[in-house]
């Protein structure tokens, strides 16, 4: 599964110890400004959420730096195929995993390769409530491929990251909505262009449909992941 540069390591620091992932989505909804809607909607509460969702991992790359005199660790996975990964408000392990040389590391940066030429890096869906009667399902697509370089940090909160012969680990990556709709605002919402799918009115927030939605939420990709290794 792993493609991996030789490090030239004392026998001892050559034991590996087992790094695998998890994938979940943070929700978020974006409420209305009440003192606009008010009037509009009869007091009702309107909002917009992204509550689940797939990504398209097609490689990992993983980039360690380790102290005390031992060589830098760096590979690129070796995927047969893409892992499709459906995101909810649920930790999933799609089952990839790496050994990964043990030691002391200050500082460990992983990149997502997301998405083919055929498959989105991203598609995210979740509804649009507008008013007490009505609730539009939303699509967002990323039809691109994309490098999402993601620093890791310590679940405990330690300056360091340690890894130990034959232990294992979890590193969680969090696609965080709330920091991914930071630049989309309630106004922005209310005048999107809806579209049928499927017989289906629909939010469809994409390249061509709703772009200025679109490059508000893309432009936030590489801050709205976060990675956690406990």
């Known amino acids: 599964m792993v493609s991996c540069e030789t490090?030239?390591?004392?026998?001892?620091?050559?034991?590996?110890?087992r790094l695998g992932?998890?994938?979940?989505?943070q929700t978020h909804q974006i409420e209305s400004d009440k003192s606009v809607e008010d009037a509009m909607f009869n007091n009702q509460v309107n909002g917009f959420i992204l509550e689940q969702g797939q990504?398209?991992?097609?490689?990992?790359?993983?980039d360690g730096r380790r102290g005390e005199g031992l060589n830098d660790v760096f590979f690129i996975s070796d995927f047969d195929q893409?892992?499709?990964?459906?995101?909810?408000?649920?930790?999933?392990?799609?089952g990839i995993s790496f050994d990964i040389p043990q030691g002391i590391?200050?500082?460990?940066?992983?990149?997502?390769?997301l998405g083919t030429e055929q498959q989105p890096a991203i598609v995210m869906e979740g509804l649009f409530h507008r008013g007490i009667a009505q609730s539009i399902p939303v699509r967002y697509e990323y039809n691109f491929t994309e490098q999402v370089r993601i620093?890791?940090?310590?679940?405990?909160?330690?300056?360091?990251?340690?890894?130990?012969?034959?232990?294992?680990?979890?590193?969680?990556?969090?696609?965080?909505s709330?920091?991914?709709?930071?630049?989309?605002?309630f106004g922005m919402i209310m005048q999107a262009e809806t579209v049928m799918l499927n017989g289906q009115e629909v939010l469809l927030i994409n390249e061509n449909t709703n772009p200025s939605i679109?490059?508000?939420?893309?432009?936030?990709?590489?801050?709205a992941f976060t990675l956690i290794i406990e």
């Open 7 to 17: 490090i030239f390591d004392p026998p001892n620091d050559k034991l590996p110890a």
């Open 21 to 25: 992932f998890s994938f979940a989505l």
């Open 55 to 62: 990504i398209v991992v097609e490689n990992i790359s993983f």
């Open 82 to 94: 893409p892992y499709h990964i459906n995101l909810a408000g649920e930790a999933v392990l799609p």
């Open 105 to 113: 590391y200050p500082m460990i940066e992983i990149t997502l390769h």
């Open 151 to 176: 620093r890791a940090a310590s679940g405990q909160g330690a300056q360091q990251l340690v890894f130990s012969r034959d232990e294992s680990k979890i590193a969680s990556v969090v696609l965080q």
């Open 178 to 185: 709330e920091s991914l709709l930071r630049l989309v605002n």
């Open 214 to 223: 679109y490059n508000s939420i893309s432009a936030r990709l590489q801050q």
